[in-house]
Every structure is written in C-alpha cells, then in structure tokens.
C-alpha cells in the first residue's frame, strides 16, 4: 500500500528531484529523494535506508558461542545492544531461559551502562546543535564542535557522561569495544567490590548531570510548544517490551502495543512468538523493510519504537526521579499520547536519568560480585532474544544445528521498526516546510532534524576517512544536475 | 590517571574488522602491539581501537607527548599517506563518526588541556564491504605502513616525525 506523498501523482509533470545522500551525523548511509513540481510543492518524500541484510549470511555457518561477540560488529555505536540480544537468544539454545541472579544483574548494569552512553551520545553531540542553535543555524558553527565552544559545559557533560556508560560496559563486557562479558547462558565475568566502589564514587555525578539533562530537554520544549509539539508529528500505534508489573525496562520483559489514542492492544506477548505478532512489508523503492502488527495490516498496523514508545507505553518507571519525569511527560500529552518526534529527545533523556538510577541501584546489590555465573538445560535449536536498544525493540533469532553451527538469523533491529514512523515524520515536514519555497541546506536541514530524533542506525560500523561523503544534489525534470553540495569526514 | 602513568605516546586505530580493508587500522593496531611489546618497548605506548572515532577519544588525548591515528582511508594515495594534522573540523561532518581533526579540537573545549602534536597514518582502502576479507592490495599497503610505524616507533619524538612527514610530502607532492 502507499501513504499520502509516498508516491506521487501519476499525473504529476514536470518533477524535479532533490536527493540528500547520505544524511548527515546518521550512522551509515541513508538518503532522502524528493520530487518537487515546477511550483516547489512537493509530490512525493521517500527515506532510503540500506538494510544489513548481509549480516544474517555472514552468522550463517559460525558456531554459535561466536555468535556474540560477531554482532557487535553490526553497529559501532550500539554493539552492546547486538551481544546481550544475541546471548539472550542462544541462552534458549543452552537451556538457560532463567540465569543466576549474579549473571542477570551483570548483564543488566552492561545494558544500562549502554543506554546511558548512547542516549548521551545522541543528545549532547548528534542533536543538541539543531536543538541548541536552530535548525536553519550557520552550518559551520551547527555540529559538536560548535557546542563545545557555545556551550562547553553542556558538551564536557556529555562526553563524561558517555565515558562513564563505556566505562561500565568495559568493566562488566571486558573491554570498552568487542566485549565479551555475555556468553550464552550467563556472563564470564563478575565485579569485584573494587570495581563497584570505583563507579559508585562516580555515580551520584552522573544522576545529577541526568537530571539537568531532562531540565534542559523540557526546557527546550516548553520554550517552543508551537514547534516541538508540532514539527513532524503524526500519530501512530506504539511498541516495546514492558518488564514485570508493566514497569519500564529495556533488558528483558513481554511485548505491549498501543493504539495512537494510548489503548493497549496487544500484551503480554511472548517475544518467543514475535513472528505470529509482526508481519514486513517490502515496497519496491526502499531496501529496508516496513514491519506492521499483523492483527492490524500493513494500513493501520505499523508502529513507532524507542524511547517515546517505551516512556508512554510502560506503566511506571522503577527510580523516582526518572518516575517523577515521566509523569510530568504524561501529562505534558493532556489525555493523549505525545507523538512529536521532537519529543524523543525529552523520552530519552528521562530514560538516560533512569539508566543512571539503576546503574547506582545494581552497584549496591552484592550480587555483581557474586561467583555463581552461567547456568544451562535441556538444549533447543532455536532461541529468540528480545532487548530494548537506545533506538528502540530489537529482535535476534537463531536456529543452530547437531554441530552448534548457525543455520538461520534473523535480525529485526530498531531502525527497520521505525522505517515507516520516520518516513511519515519527513513527509510531515516536507510538507509543512518545503512546499512552495526555494530550497536552502537550512530548509533541508529540517529534514535531517526529522530523521536525527528518531536516531536511525544505519549498516553502520564503517569509517574509513573519506568514506562517508555527504552529497545533496539538485536536478531539473530532465535529471540533470542543477547543484550539488559536498563534503567528506 | 596520574601524568607519570600516562604513556607518553598514544595511538588510535579505527575500523571494522569485518567489512573488508576497513580491518586495516585494527590489523596494524594488533601488530603493533606485538611487535612493541618483542621490541620491549610497549610501555611507551598506549595502543586504543574502536570502531570509530568519538568525542571521549579526545580525553585520551590529554597529557601525551605524541598521538598518532591510523585509519583506512578511502581513495587515499597508495599505499599511504603520513602527515601531520591539526585541530579542525569539517564544515559537516557526523558526530558518529568525527575526523581525527574535530576530536583534536574538541579536547581543550571540555577539558583544561592542549592536544598534542598529533598525526594520520592513513592506509589506501579498496573495498569495505561487510564479509569482506582484507583486500590483497590492502595487505601490501598495510606491510609498507607498517615500515614506517616501526620506524616512527623506535623513535618516539616530535621533530622526527615531523621529519617523517614532511619527507613523505615532499616525495608524493615534489614539495609543492
């Protein structure tokens, strides 16, 4: 099926064809294609994203206790995300459904030491330039750099606050990247009391610094309300797994959905089954799929992840201060639910103050010491691994056969759940910015903002300098190049 | 840490091991290692790998006498190119990724300290696709920039890397 500016009329002339190749600070490559009229309206808006469908080939035939550590290598910013899915789904293949309590807590301060970083990571350094100086700012001064020199206490909080997340993901994974703390059915390594004392000193720092994050995220917000509760926004059904109790939680927990008014219609649903609950639909133009809940079609059936799904979707939040936050975020939707994409960003910095709040809380619990670390079963040849990711539900499954040898995976990750949000959220502002005007970076801009809050994760992981050129190239009706805008990293 | 712990040379390599040449800044990383720890010279080192280059990196930039980054580089020169580099940043760039330059600058913004004199090895790419094993013309530019590493190692000091590099300049570019 297509949506409204997804294809354009057919009895549209006279077109020409904006392309931003590849976004800019978006992981990977992604491209955005517009066909404007000879009146500048825009017909028709469609986000490219290249999937890492090669990855599943490239698990194939490893021996699964491989599996891991291999995934990490999918995303430079989020490999901790990709190791804990993947031994969660091979602790199904170990028999290990219910691990030690040392080996979950140990997994858990890795996951929330990783949410802290990443979400640290997004706010401060890939979007506070647009938040913080505006959309249609001088591009020179609109990066890290930038906001360093503006705003240096803003950017030194948020590079320590990403150093501490990786310094607890390097003392519970083993190293800062390629970790290997997860193993199916448990985790090799504990923390010594030394290690714990370590971050605790540190601890209280980062609670207070994700405290005046959320301030400054509200603030922004409430400074705005015309444009951060109406830029990009449409309404749509919600996802993410929910813990015990319907609290927030991104380690481990059942799948809930709610319609766009905030009416549950799915929960409680085992994320073993997660095929019999979503359905990919593949459209001619895109390499990435578009997932819908199956009970709902392909119409009515996608859905937004991440953390404004999370934050809404949940029933409370475990910590206080982060609780606090979420309910004034609720009542910030007046009944409703909040559907901004701009409100992502006040969603995960309430989640980054909650990360922090239970790093501090696991710290305390004797169990991270604990020497009592795998555990293992009757054996399967199948497991599904369900976590919450910074940038939303992300879905691992593998069958192994007689040779512990990777037969099948299947990967659903967070950005292909938000293909079909994030390509609606760009067509909202093409629509509402583009139309009928001359086309400037600061316009296209808007477009990237739009993309940038839903912090897609692209096939990533490459950096070679001179690899990531950012092109925007302007052609007339006939596809010649009119203009073209380059830059390399 | 405290300055006397700090190593007064730090070297970053970045890249992903398994998409092809882009393995090339983690593969000389590791042999690096190796040979300066046969060498007995590995306490003069401080050897970091990542994927990518971040904000944080910066702060691993403090209190060092020498840095030196090493990438693969995408239509660089082959087999590779030597210079030194300052503080800078692209008119855009990616916060996902930021150049050696913009993590250079982004040091003395959220800390009270200076980059260092700092350098790029950047070794000649061809192909980076996920899979992919290191191509063989990566694996002969990796073994002549590994040539020089040695060379830059066994004499960790400013004006001889600097050396290094204005005669790689001059080779390549006749001095212009």
């Not at chain 1, 504990?190 to 004392?197: G, H, P």
């Not at chain 1, 766009?260 to 895109?286: C, M, T």
């Not at chain 2, 959220?110 to 996920?130: K, N, Q, R, T, Y």
Request: proline residues 5%; glycine residues 8%.
């Amino acid at each position: 099926m297509s949506f409204e500016l997804e294809t354009a009329p057919a009895n549209a002339t006279n077109l020409r064809r904006v392309a931003i190749d590849p976004v800019s600070r978006v992981e990977g490559h992604g491209k955005v294609t517009l066909l404007l009229d000879e009146n500048d309206e825009v017909q028709q808006v469609r986000l490219h994203i290249v999937e890492f469908r090669g990855f599943e080939k490239f698990i194939q035939g490893r021996p699964y206790w491989e599996v891991p550590v291999m995934v990490q290598r999918l995303c430079g910013i989020c490999p901790v995300s990709h190791h804990l899915a993947a031994a969660k789904a091979l602790d199904w293949v170990v028999g290990a459904q219910c691990l030690t309590p040392s080996a979950e807590k140990l997994r858990r301060l890795m996951h929330y030491g990783q949410m802290l970083q990443s979400h640290a990571l997004h706010f401060f350094h890939l979007s506070s330039p647009d938040l913080l100086f505006g959309f249609e700012s001088e591009v020179g001064r609109r990066n890290i750099v930038g906001v360093a020199a503006a705003y240096p206490e803003v950017a030194r909080q948020g590079v320590l606050l990403r150093k501490f997340g990786q310094e607890v993901i390097r003392l519970t994974a083993g190293k800062r990247i390629h970790g290997t703390g997860a193993i199916p059915g448990g985790v090799n390594r504990a923390l010594s009391l030394e290690e714990r004392a370590g971050l605790l000193a540190e601890v209280d720092q980062i609670i207070a610094w994700s405290r005046d994050a959320v301030q400054l995220a509200k603030r922004l917000h409430r400074a705005e309300p015309g444009l951060y509760d109406v830029f990009g926004s449409f309404r749509s059904n919600l996802m993410s797994i929910v813990g015990a109790n319907g609290a927030l939680d991104f380690y481990d927990g059942k799948l809930r959905a709610r319609d766009a008014d905030g009416k549950i219609i799915v929960d409680g649903f085992d994320v073993q089954n997660y095929h019999a609950l979503i359905r990919e639909e593949v459209k001619p133009w895109s390499y990435m799929k578009f997932p819908f809940l199956t009970s709902l079609g392909p119409e009515a059936g996608w859905y937004k992840v991440g953390p404004l799904a999370r934050v809404q979707n949940c029933d409370f939040i475990a910590t206080p201060l982060a609780e606090a936050e979420r309910r004034e975020f609720i009542e910030h939707g007046q009944g409703g639910l909040v559907h901004a994409p701009l409100a992502y960003h006040w969603a995960r910095m309430i989640e980054m103050l909650h990360a922090a709040e239970t790093i501090k809380d696991l710290l305390h619990d004797d169990d991270l010491s604990g020497s009592d670390l795998t555990t293992s079963g009757p054996r399967s040849r199948e497991g599904v691994g369900v976590i919450e990711a910074p940038r939303g539900t992300l879905i691992h499954h593998y069958r192994v056969d007689d040779d512990d040898l990777v037969t099948m995976c299947n990967l659903i990750v967070s950005t292909t759940h938000n293909n079909q949000p994030m390509n609606e959220a760009v067509r909202r502002v093409a629509k509402r910015y583009l139309n009928g005007r001359q086309l400037t970076e600061g316009l296209l801009n808007h477009i990237e903002v739009a993309i940038r809050a839903f912090d897609p994760c692209l096939s990533c992981a490459t950096h070679a300098l001179g690899k990531m050129p950012l092109q925007l190239e302007l052609q007339d009706a006939a596809g010649q190049v009119v203009g073209r805008l380059s830059s390399r990293v | 840490m405290p300055s006397a712990l700090i190593a007064p040379v730090v070297v970053l390599a970045c890249g992903n091991p398994s998409r092809g040449d882009d393995a090339l800044g983690p593969l000389l990383l590791e042999r690096l290692q190796a040979w300066l720890e046969a060498e007995g010279l590995a306490d003069g080192f401080e050897l970091i790998g990542d994927f990518q280059l971040q904000i944080e990196h910066a702060l691993d930039l403090a209190g060092r006498r020498l840095a030196l980054f090493i990438d693969a580089g995408h239509a660089t020169q082959s087999p590779f190119e030597f210079r030194r580099i300052a503080a800078g940043q692209s008119t855009r760039h990616s916060t996902h990724a930021l150049s050696p330059e913009a993590v250079l600058a982004v040091l003395p913004r959220v800390s009270d300290a200076e980059p260092p004199p700092a350098f790029l090895l950047c070794v000649c790419g061809e192909h980076f696709e996920l899979g992919a094993a290191l191509s063989v013309a990566a694996q002969s530019n990796a073994a002549q920039a590994f040539a020089l590493l040695e060379r830059l190692c066994y004499a960790p000091v400013l004006a001889g890397w600097a050396e290094a590099a204005s005669a790689f300049v001059d080779m390549n570019h006749g001095g212009d």
